[in-house]
């Protein structure tokens, strides 16, 4: 058996995460089940396995019979040999949107061709399915000021042009975006978009924004601002942990053709979400549990930061309750 692949079989379900709301009854009547997967952070040009993880997925959500699937970002960069990979992405009978992540630009690449290569005319878009508005945000915004690095701004166009869309449909919501909202290493103007949520639902008078799904940080975390729940999706693939903490998981010949892995601790297996929606309003998020392939980051001496809960090979089970409002 080559040793550079796997086959991910027996996969076991962590759980589900319920999360419960309330729309009004007017609304009610147009709403229908909705059941989508998600992934996050699959990494094509660090995983040598990339396409089998993704294939895995894709065979997973068909079986389930998700209506569509969601990719969260930091998916590929757009060059002509990561074709197949997206290939394998279309390959699902369905719709597939995407989420743009700061890594897809990797490699000098811009906005613009990131967009092209997957399709988008442009990064920020909505869709509506079953009677559930999703709202696609672009977390790579520039602005003057900004730190060093990859930028991770939600601009003030596309923020207008975010509470026109509020303000001229009445749907429930979720938000889709690579960088979260809630984290302090995610969006840099987080607080600023949460006030336009958070205003929303005021108008609205119900907890219209349902959930906010993020990836990039590559953890199993969830927060709840306001009455609003922030679901950090876990990387498909693997924790950076790099600098001096690289170690070597897999044979040297994975390596020697995929350096960067060796900067991570991979998941044995591919991990996603799938998510189903009941118009009785029941928002349910089912993981997927695996183990690391060779030692975790904490035994190779990486120090979490106070904003990195939850480093694990797992998307957990989770359960809730949405409050009509939160104080503070």
Request: positive net charge; contains cysteine; glycine residues 10%.
């Amino acid at each position: 058996m080559d040793p550079t692949r796997r086959t991910f079989m027996g996969q076991a379900i962590a759980g589900a995460t319920i999360l419960t709301f309330a729309p009004p009854l007017r609304l009610r009547e147009r709403l229908a089940p909705v059941r989508f997967g998600v992934c996050a952070d699959v990494h094509k040009d660090v995983m040598h396995d990339a396409n089998e993880r993704l294939g895995t997925f894709v065979k997973a959500m068909t079986k389930k019979k998700a209506d569509f699937l969601v990719q969260m970002g930091d998916f590929c960069q757009p060059i002509e040999k990561n074709r197949s990979f997206l290939e394998v992405w279309r390959s699902f009978k369905g719709p597939t949107y995407d989420v743009i992540g700061n890594h897809d630009m990797d490699g000098a690449k811009t906005r613009e061709q990131t967009r092209a290569f997957m399709g988008l005319k442009r990064g920020h878009y909505t869709f509506v399915k079953a009677g559930y508005r999703f709202i696609v945000l672009d977390g790579n915004d520039k602005h003057k000021g900004a730190p060093a690095g990859y930028a991770r701004h939600v601009g003030d166009e596309q923020r207008g042009w975010l509470k026109k869309q509020l303000e001229t449909t009445d749907e429930p919501v979720v938000i889709l975006c690579h960088q979260s909202l809630e984290n302090s290493s995610g969006v840099d103007n987080g607080a600023a978009v949460r006030a336009v949520l958070e205003a929303e639902n005021a108008r609205a008078g119900w907890g219209r924004i349902i959930a906010c799904f993020s990836g990039h940080h590559h953890l199993d975390d969830l927060v709840r601002i306001k009455g609003i729940p922030y679901v950090q999706v876990n990387s498909m693939s693997y924790y950076w942990v790099g600098g001096s903490r690289k170690h070597k998981s897999y044979p040297p010949e994975v390596h020697a053709a995929h350096p960067w892995i060796e900067y991570t601790s991979p998941y044995q297996d591919p991990l996603w979400a799938f998510v189903t929606i009941d118009p009785k309003g029941v928002l349910r998020i089912e993981g997927v549990r695996s183990k690391w392939v060779g030692p975790s980051p904490e035994k190779v001496g990486y120090k979490a930061k106070p904003n990195e809960k939850g480093i694990a090979a797992t998307i957990t089970d989770r359960s809730f309750k949405i409050a009509r409002q939160d104080r503070g």
